[in-house]
């Protein structure tokens, strides 16, 4: 009887001790360190790559439009409104006829608007929209933006048209003028900020 007792109470005390090694180590707290968020250097990219052909009827004929934005390294760099640097896009329009032959080939940047966009803010904008409009009359329209490179400021841009007549020749049009500009016309003077307000009513 005396062994059974001593056995049990043996046990009881095993379990005792085991319970307390448990309890000590519910007070150890296991903790996760942080994952550190890499930072990103150096200048950032633009939405860029090719927009899907579009193929159109116009002037008795079909032609196929191939637009392909590319982030250029070797134009001055942009910024958005905190100060993040981008490159500035390139791009190159194409249009080709049915049969192959090509009807105009030329790669964009934002130099090619500098005069109708030359005003305080929007000095470090980028060339952050190109793409085919609409077919007016004897001009194919394309809807251009220069704007912002943060994609959430949406509606940080200059909006400007240019069109393409069936000689290959370009113009521009922008909302301050309503009409089309020549690209080799140069203005007698740059418009400031003020005046461009004035004449928008602002």
């Not at 062994?3 to 000590?24: D, N, P, S, Y």
């Not at 439009?65 to 896009?89: H, T, V």
């Not at 409009?133 to 909006?159: K, R, W, Y």
């Not at 690209?183 to 740059?190: H, N």
Request: include cysteine; proline fraction near 3%.
């Amino acid at each position: 009887m005396r062994k059974t007792l001593l056995l049990l109470l043996a046990a009881l005390i095993a379990v005792g001790l085991g319970a307390c090694k448990e309890k000590e180590k519910s007070k150890d707290i296991i903790t996760k360190m942080p994952q550190k968020v890499k930072q990103q250097t150096g200048p950032r990219v633009m939405a860029s790559g090719k927009i899907p052909d579009k193929t159109i009827s116009w002037a008795g004929g079909e032609y196929t439009i191939s637009i392909d934005r590319e982030a250029d390294k070797d134009l001055p760099l942009i910024e958005d409104a905190s100060g993040n640097k981008y490159y500035d896009n390139t791009v190159h329009l194409r249009i080709t006829r049915k049969d192959g032959t090509t009807f105009f080939d030329k790669v964009f940047s934002r130099r090619d608007f500098a005069k109708y966009t030359d005003f305080n803010y929007a000095k470090n904008w980028g060339l952050t929209g190109f793409n085919f409009d609409t077919v007016e009359g004897n001009n194919l329209l394309f809807a251009i933006a220069i704007g912002s490179p943060d994609e959430m400021a949406d509606d940080e841009f200059v909006p400007i048209t240019l069109c393409i007549n069936m000689q290959g020749e370009t113009s521009v049009r922008t909302q301050n003028t309503g009409a089309d500009e020549n690209d080799d016309d140069t203005p007698d003077e740059k418009k400031t900020e003020d005046e461009l307000s004035e004449e928008e009513g602002v």
